[in-house]
């Protein structure tokens, strides 16, 4: 039986020899790069099944510990991922679908992941036979059909009962899938399309009436509590898979405090009146917004904005609303920097040269791509959601990044808006308009 195993082995090294031989020496030379995974990778895949969700924080290495796990059970070799040489899989092996965000498609990150193992979405460059489709949470409904096939979910979208949840649970049906995620739940609701794929729970209305008590003072529905909470613990914990790990990086995180206009903020406070649009301000979100703008676009605040830059010559910069890029644009950069930009509107790569700053949009760019480039994020305003700050602050704490030492600088005023936003974050919270304007 090893005989037959030893023979088998020596077939697909030979193969893979030739793989490299055919291959143009560009794709040779990135495919058969030696893959190596650190120990909590290793352990996750060994726990790892069909339906588990993924979790690890940003920078975790989720991608290839998914990609690593469909090489296994592809007929892929365990040695191969701790440093031997490449090991073909059975050929062909199922067809694989990543489903992840617009940014990582149209950057082509999945493709840096599927490289090593001789994968490829363009059939040319693709060892096997079977097909490789990447493609964004916006078209995961085209691949409803998919039969027999292996799905990897990448930044878990699967919550509530929308266009992707109907069709995620379509292609669990009928597929092998794993997700990933660095943040799964944040109430049992949340759980409820993973528990049904998994076959816990025939649909939602099961799950509703086993579990769900609403309140009936709330004039809308309204959860007032969870039942039988011991059993869902029981089966979140089933299908959850942890890559807890040490991180090799130092984040320093630095709350940088400038001015902002005293008089300005109390006339809005008191009025109610919105100076930009030169009309009434009719809720708490538009109050918030303009108290918001107010600080945000001080004068200290750019300055410091370009002091922190003189230090850190290449440096990403986390924005919130269009009039702050405008700011930022417009700014006295040191001579040679270079400006790119990723938001709604346009989706630059970082630049290439000596000094550059990088503007990106909380909505559009806290999650889904990485770079190991700067050593450095400056959030001129602050975002309202913890988790959103949280993956923001991901995006240079990555395994393979040269750097050890990372920096953080938050910008903002003692004024009060800016005061009790941090003090949601602080506490892993989400601001809430209404709460503190008391409309």
């Known amino acids: 039986m090893r005989r037959a195993d030893n023979q088998e082995t020596g077939t697909k090294r030979a193969r893979a020899g030739e793989a490299q031989g055919v291959r143009c020496n560009k794709r040779a030379g990135i495919a058969l790069a030696k893959i190596n995974l650190y120990s909590h990778q290793l352990e996750a895949i060994q726990r790892m099944k069909n339906g588990c969700v993924v979790c690890g924080g940003v920078g975790s290495g989720k991608s290839l510990t998914a990609i690593s796990y469909y090489y296994l059970e592809n007929g892929g070799e365990i040695a191969c991922l701790q440093g031997e040489d490449y090991i073909p899989m059975d050929d062909p ?3 694989l679908y990543i489903i992840t965000t617009a940014r990582k498609r ?10 090593p193992f001789l994968l490829s979405t363009t059939k040319e460059t693709n060892l096997y036979g079977n097909k490789v489709v990447v493609d964004s949470w916006n078209n995961v409904h085209k691949y409803t059909e998919a039969e027999n096939a292996f799905f990897i979910f990448d930044e878990q979208r699967v919550v509530g009962s929308g266009v992707w949840v ?15 995620s660095a943040t799964p739940g944040d109430n049992w609701s949340d759980y409820i399309p993973l528990f049904i794929a998994n076959g816990f729970y025939k649909n939602r209305t099961q799950f509703t009436r086993e579990h769900i008590v609403y309140s009936h003072a709330a004039k809308f529905p309204k959860i007032e509590r969870y039942l039988g909470e011991g059993r869902l613990e029981r089966l979140r914990d089933s299908i959850l898979i942890d890559m807890d790990f040490k991180r090799p990086t130092q984040a320093h995180h630095e709350d940088v405090y400038v ?6 903020y109390k006339d809005l406070m008191r009025s109610r009146w ?21 600080v945000n676009q001080d004068e200290s605040r750019q300055r410091m904005a370009l002091e922190i830059a003189e230090k850190h010559p290449k440096m990403i910069i986390f924005y919130s609303f269009d009039y702050e890029l405008e700011i930022l644009k417009s700014l006295g950069w040191a001579a040679g920097t270079a400006m790119a930009e990723w938001n709604g509107h346009k989706h630059e790569p970082i630049p290439k040269t000596n000094r550059w700053v990088y503007f990106v949009n909380y909505g559009a760019g806290s999650e889904g791509w990485n770079c190991i480039e700067t050593d450095t994020i400056l959030f001129y305003s602050q975002n309202y959601s913890y988790k959103v700050m949280v993956q923001a602050s991901g995006r240079i704490d990555r395994l393979n990044t040269p750097f050890h030492d990372l920096y953080y600088y938050h910008l903002k005023s003692r004024s009060g808006i800016d005061l009790a936003i941090s003090r949601a974050l602080k506490d892993k919270k989400t601001f809430n308009e209404s709460r503190f304007i008391k409309w």
């Open 93 to 95: 092996p199922m067809d």
């Open 106 to 115: 149209d950057t082509f990150e999945w493709e840096k992941e599927l490289a």
């Open 166 to 180: 109907k069709s995620f649970l379509k292609i669990a049906r009928r597929n092998r899938w794993i997700l990933l």
């Open 259 to 264: 001015q902002y206009d005293i008089s300005l």
């Open 274 to 294: 919105d100076i930009w649009k030169n009309e009434p301000i009719e809720n708490a979100g538009g109050l918030c917004y303009c108290l918001r703008r107010a």
